[in-house]
């Protein structure tokens, strides 16, 4: 079905909207939970990923840009009309997802970009950042950093700063 619905957005013409996003992603299956994320795969919660992976010495496709070609170009599409000068290799899509603290070391040292899709409360994204206010702990060290609510789409460099 997701292949489906993605192939009739590709037909017609741009843009991509967040509504489309949210749609397709009703239809795609739930990526298995991974390290860094605090919940369990039966919460209710919701991931999927399209793209390349690096974890320690692997690197490759992810296995959903396999098995949804048109829902990987959909979403690509989708995040070049958003974020016109983004330079990207994955895309992943979050639904009540809390992460771990992390950063994105492993990765390629580009900017990461957060757009929301819905309509949401009580959510958002913690970027260390030295002038924020909201302070976390980091290896037993307290961090400070601002939580972005989403509003706009947020431009950060995931490679080098902590966030979750």
């Not at 013409?13 to 509504?19: D, G, L, N, R, V």
């Not at 990526?31 to 990923?49: I, N």
């Not at 030295?130 to 307290?142: H, L």
Request: aromatic share 8%; hydrophobic share 40%; proline share 6%.
């Amino acid at each position: 079905m997701a292949e489906l619905c993605s192939q009739e957005l590709l037909a017609r013409p741009p843009p991509i909207s967040c509504h489309d996003v949210q749609q397709l992603f009703d239809l795609l299956p739930a990526d298995r939970a991974r390290s860094h994320s605090r919940l369990r795969e039966d919460d209710g919660s919701k991931a999927f990923s399209v793209g390349c992976f690096s974890q320690g010495p692997l690197h490759g496709l992810l296995q959903n840009t396999r098995n949804f070609p048109l829902t990987t170009a959909v979403l690509a599409q989708f995040v070049k009309e958003q974020c016109p000068d983004a330079v990207f290799s994955t895309i992943s899509l979050y639904l009540n997802r809390m992460t771990a603290m992390h950063r994105d070391s492993a990765n390629a040292a580009l900017p990461n970009f957060v757009v929301a899709v819905s309509s949401f409360q009580g959510g958002g994204v913690w970027v260390q950042d030295s002038q924020g206010t909201e302070v976390k702990e980091v290896a037993g060290s307290p961090v400070n950093g601002t939580v972005h609510d989403l509003s706009r789409p947020l431009k950060f460099d995931a490679h080098a700063l902590y966030h979750c």
